[in-house]
Nanobody
Framework: QVQLVESGGGLVQAGGSLRLSCAAS????????MVWCRQAPGNQRELVAS???????NYADSVKGRFTISRDNAKKTVYLQMNSLKPEDTAVYYC???????WGQGTQVTVSS
């Protein structure tokens, strides 16, 4: 059974940093694509960052230059380093295996002004 578990969220002041982690279990292959998405209250879930099995990355325009997605294949963990956080980054952040129904439970990120 595939499980994704996010951690690392919290409350931070604007300009601060957080590092989110997404640990995957039950996946046979270590080399899979992963994405981070977020959903703010009243908004649709949006793609924040993605990383392919080969390590290529892509970011939403709103986070380019501030967020970095990375992976540790041995640990089956994907990270999202978030710097220069803004109040508009406040949301529940989820990790997902693209084109599957595998989602984590989400971790809350709140950025105060």
């Amino acid at each position: 059974q595939v499980q994704l578990v996010e951690s690392g969220g919290g409350l931070v002041q604007a300009g601060g940093s957080l590092r989110l982690s997404c640990a995957a279990s039950g996946i046979i292959s270590r080399f899979i694509a992963m994405v981070w998405c977020r959903q703010a209250p009243g908004n649709q879930r949006e793609l924040v960052a993605s990383i392919t099995s080969s390590g290529s990355t892509n970011y939403a325009d709103s986070v380019k230059g501030r967020f970095t997605i990375s992976r540790d294949n041995a640990k089956k963990t994907v990270y999202l380093q978030m710097n220069s956080l803004k109040p508009e980054d406040t949301a529940v952040y989820y990790c997902n295996i693209p084109s599957t129904a595998y989602w984590g439970q989400g971790t809350q990120v709140t950025v105060s002004s």
